[in-house]
């Protein structure tokens, strides 16, 4: 706990140069790319239009919520898992790509995947005006619980950064941990209902559904479409939210002590 709170306060003290690194980080992205920020929305952008012909003109599946055009229902489901599966992979892999900055001693390593994550979180913030304005364009009148999509993207920030300061920590010893990350990121896509709605199981396996809410990330992407679609609040959900932040704080704080533990040999390994 004790070093929870000196990361805490070092955050604070150093706020504006992790600012700063974060937009550096973001530019860096596009360096030396002819249409530069483009190709950052092109295979988001494929891959929604991928799932739309597919489940929708191909299956014609029915949508979840009555009067919601199919793509309005995909939409607030796969933003938020764009934004936590690059973040997670960026973290992951931070210490690798400033190893420059890990060798010196008097740099606080901590705040590496705070900078990753801020840098994803401004490319997010893209996604998110896109997401407003599909549904500005189909038409949906602006909801009040449009604003919570800022509660529930600092949630999935705050599980990415939980994972992130873990398996950040390992990949420096073993470097197969990011095709880990990358294929349990995968699984973890189809196993959160974003893609399909998990009542297609409470006639056939009822089971099935309890399973899925398993997944923390289940509480993110049904909190975008509350908020985004039916207009409801995140306390509505109280024992899902509860399970979600036990979850992340057990998960955080098993990865930071591991990654405290590690430390001290990062600079030996990179």
């Not at 973290?91 to 590496?112: D, G, P, R």
């Amino acid at each position: 706990m004790t070093y929870l709170i000196s990361l805490l306060k070092e955050i604070v003290k150093k706020r504006k140069l992790i600012w700063d690194l974060s937009k550096a980080d973001f530019k860096k992205r596009f360096v030396g790319s002819y249409f530069g920020i483009v190709w950052m929305f092109v295979q988001p952008m494929v891959t929604v239009l991928i799932y739309f012909f597919i489940f929708q003109v191909g299956f014609k599946s029915v949508p979840p919520v009555p009067g919601v055009p199919y793509v309005l229902w995909l939409i607030p489901g796969i933003v938020p898992w764009f934004f936590f599966s690059e973040a997670l992979n960026c973290v992951t892999n931070c210490l690798q790509e400033y190893s420059y900055l890990v060798k010196k001693v008097v740099f606080q390593v901590e705040i590496l995947p705070i900078i990753k994550l801020i840098s994803c979180l401004m490319v997010h913030g893209f996604f998110v005006m896109i997401m407003l304005i599909a549904f500005g364009l189909y038409g949906r009148i602006p909801m009040l619980t449009w604003l919570q999509i800022v509660y529930y993207s600092f949630a999935a920030s705050m599980l990415a950064l939980a994972f992130g300061y873990l398996s950040a920590a390992i990949h420096v010893f073993f470097k197969d941990m990011a095709q880990i990350v990358s294929i349990c990121l995968q699984f973890g896509m189809w196993l959160t209902p974003i893609m399909y709605h998990e009542s297609m199981f409470e006639s056939r396996a009822p089971w099935a559904v309890s399973l899925l809410k398993l997944n923390p990330f289940y509480y993110v992407v049904a909190g975008y479409r509350d908020s985004m679609l039916t207009g409801n609040w995140f306390w509505e959900r109280p024992k899902l939210g509860l399970y979600f932040w036990l979850v992340t704080a057990v998960i955080g704080l098993v990865g930071l002590k591991v990654f405290k533990r590690l430390r001290p040999h990062f600079s030996d390994v990179l």
